[in-house]
């Protein structure tokens, strides 16, 4: 091994390299930090002035610097290529080694990046990072200030550190994806307590202030109608007649109490017969309603039938509107709910991110979180004096 071979003068020195390299990786599953401290080995260990570790995005599009020297790590996470951009670009699309000795501006594949400082350095050497599995990880790159004449052996022996730093970065990658998963579910779990507790809230304040008052009415009646059953048959007989009226009206809460647990007419008729329902429940607006009549899961159509619901309810309570417009459609894998109006129109912006059941707002909070759960979005377009537009899209997720 002649002097000048990436700094290594013998076999014994290129093993120390691996050796630092299997270490460096070992020491953790931050894939930053990993990529860091792989970039700062490479160039102690092998005379060379700079290294960049470029990983590829989850997209597979584009390779994001992850890792360099001094004093660029400042740069890292600012600095994108799209795959084929530049000699990384290059390296990681043909999947081959790159080698320019000198006078790299003029290779059509070198690509000038300011924050780089590119004309500082005159030679470089660049590897992409695949796994044994054949799996692109990213692409090393090594440069230097002098010109440096480098080998067939130089350049796999950085294949040889690339590959061993390539199951390290794509098991800190999967790591990474693992915990954010976790988060992901643990994110879930919440909201999804956050809105079994609402319609418990809601639930029990039906019961307690409707349903509950009235059995208490009715019993109180009935137990009048009983003491004058023997003295006043007229006077106990209308006694019964309101319990009677009472246990119909307690009837009709119950009926819809169990309605807001889950709309029966949503297993009678559908999703967009129930839509249909709720525009004829607002007499006392002209709702106009365009729904695709496409079945959808039962949790999505309970989910979109309270969205629309509850957007619904806000346009009579708060937009002094007289046109409503609803329409739901399914196109490539997307469901949309929007539910328009012609009201007085509000500031998104100055509505609470939170607000408490019964509290007399909008109900977005609510809204936001269910359509969340679903992994789609909502979003509100409205301003003072000319409306409101509430949009729902969502990922139709057929099971097979």
Same mark, same amino acid.
């Given at each position: 091994? !002649? ?71 400042? &740069? ?8 084929? +951009? ?36 005159? =030679? ?6 695949? !796994? ?9 790159? &090594? ?42 579910? +643990? ?5 999804? &307590?956050?809105?079994? +507790? ?7 304040? +039906? ?5 509950? /008052? ?6 109180? #009646? ?15 007989? $209308?006694?019964?007649?309101?319990? /009677? ?7 009709? $809460?119950?009926?819809?109490?169990? !309605? ?44 979109? #039938? ?26 490539? @894998? !997307?469901?949309?709910?929007? &539910?328009?109006?012609? @009201? ?13 059941? @019964? ?6 909070? @609510? ?14 377009? =409205? ?18």
């Amino acid at each position: 091994m !002649t002097e000048g071979r990436l700094g290594l003068a013998d076999a014994e020195h290129e093993v120390g390299l691996l050796m630092r390299i299997i270490e460096t990786i070992s020491a953790g599953l931050d894939l930053d930090a990993v990529a860091q401290r792989v970039a700062v080995v490479i160039t102690e260990m092998t005379a060379t002035d700079v290294c960049f570790v470029h990983l590829i995005d989850d997209s597979g599009r584009h390779l994001e610097l992850r890792g360099a020297t001094p004093p660029f790590e400042r &740069v890292v996470r600012r600095i994108e290529l799209s795959v084929g +951009e530049g000699v990384a670009g290059w390296v990681a699309a043909h999947r081959e080694p790159v080698v320019i000795v000198q006078d790299k501006f003029a290779d059509p594949r070198y690509k000038y990046i300011p924050e780089l400082r590119g004309e500082d350095f005159t =030679s470089l050497v660049s590897v992409p990072i695949i !796994t044994r599995l054949g799996a692109l990880v990213g692409v090393l790159n &090594v440069h230097t200030r002098l010109r440096r004449e480098f080998t067939g052996a130089d350049v796999q022996l950085l294949r040889s550190i690339a590959g061993l730093i390539a199951g390290a970065m794509d098991n800190a990658r999967l790591h990474r994806r693992l915990a954010e998963r976790e988060e992901a579910l +643990e994110r879930f779990t919440e909201r999804m &307590v956050r809105m079994q +507790e609402l319609d418990r809230r809601r639930l029990a304040g +039906e019961i307690h202030d409707g349903i509950g /008052q009235r059995i208490v009415s009715l019993s109180f #009646y009935l137990s009048a109608a009983a003491d004058l059953v023997g003295t006043n048959a007229t006077l106990a007989g $209308e006694q019964i007649d309101k319990a /009677q009226q009472l246990a119909a009206a307690a009837l009709d $809460e119950v009926s819809a109490a169990m !309605t807001g647990l889950r709309p029966s007419v949503l297993d009678d008729l559908g999703l967009a017969a129930s839509l249909e329902s709720l525009a004829h429940a607002s007499p006392e607006l002209d709702v106009d309603v365009q729904v695709c009549a496409e079945a959808l899961p039962e949790h999505l159509e309970t989910a979109l #039938y309270r969205i629309a619901q509850e957007s619904l309810q806000n346009v009579v309570k708060h937009a002094s509107a007289q046109n409503v417009e609803i329409r739901l459609k399914v196109s490539s @894998g !997307t469901v949309l709910l929007e &539910v328009s109006d012609d @009201g007085v129109g509000f500031d998104p912006a100055s509505v609470p991110e939170s607000e408490s059941p @019964g509290s007399g707002g909008y109900g977005l909070s @609510g809204m936001l979180q269910r359509a969340e759960l679903l992994g789609g979005r909502l979003e509100v377009d =409205s301003a003072p004096g000319r409306g409101s537009t509430l949009r729902v899209r969502v990922p139709l997720r057929l099971r097979r």
